[in-house]
């Protein structure tokens, strides 16, 4: 099981809304499941997976 030390909401932390898609791509590669980040952005699983 792989550890994450860095918060989802850091990649988020000043601005959720205006670089979201390049933050969403940047948690992905970090290693947040689509799920834990749709989940934390309250967007569709479909909606993450059309941003990556």
């Known amino acids: ?27 992905f590669e970090y290693g947040y499941s689509k799920a834990d980040i749709a989940e934390f952005l309250k967007i569709s699983h479909t909606a993450v997976n059309k941003i990556l």
């Open 1 to 27: 099981m792989k550890i994450l030390q860095k918060r989802l909401e850091t990649c988020f932390e000043y601005d959720r809304d205006i670089n979201r898609n390049t933050n969403l791509k940047s948690a």
